[in-house]
């Protein structure tokens, strides 16, 4: 070996790309480009706002659309006690279900709030917009600086601060 590039085996040298026309062009298929009979379509609605009391969520419109096979919020999902003994870390439980879906508070941009499973993926966009959902903007900082002051919001109301 003289430390040429050509003495290396990949580095310096052109891939051959089996599939590089296909992906260049528009033409290669993805998973989610595929449709199945039976297929289940789901969609998941996001808060708008970084910090917010959901105050109300009225999935009945969306529930009646015809192709919607379920609507989820957080009240589907478990609510696991914050005081059980023996925290596990941030793989704890306790956390992990209350920050799958927005529980009464919405924490950040783009927090699910709502999800909805329907039999073709334009019915569930279609439900997706006629879930009704109550926000009060709460106060919120991005910059740490703001975050570590005296009179900074507080995200997590449980959570004891100084």
């Known amino acids: 070996m003289d430390g040429t590039v050509t003495d290396f085996k990949w580095i310096g040298t052109n891939t051959v790309r089996p599939d590089g026309v296909e992906k260049v062009t528009g ?10 009979p039976g297929m289940v379509w789901g969609k998941v609605l996001r808060s708008p706002h970084a910090h917010a009391k959901i105050k109300s969520i009225n999935t009945a419109k969306a529930e009646a ?3 919607v096979l379920a609507v989820m919020t957080a009240d589907d999902l478990p609510l696991l006690p914050l005081d059980i003994p023996r925290p596990m870390g941030p793989q704890d439980l306790r956390w992990i279900c209350r920050n799958t879906m927005a529980h009464g508070k919405a924490l950040y941009v783009g927090h699910p709030v709502a999800a909805i499973a329907a039999t073709t993926q334009s019915i569930a966009a279609e439900a997706l917009a006629l879930i009704e959902v109550d926000y009060e903007v709460l106060p919120h900082v991005v910059e740490i600086e ?17």
């Not at 033409?27 to 199945?36: F, P």
């Open 27 to 36: 033409m290669a298929r993805y998973g989610a480009d595929g449709d199945m």
């Open 65 to 67: 659309l015809n192709g």
């Open 146 to 162: 703001d975050a570590i002051k005296e009179d900074a919001p507080v995200l997590h109301d449980w959570i004891q601060t100084k």
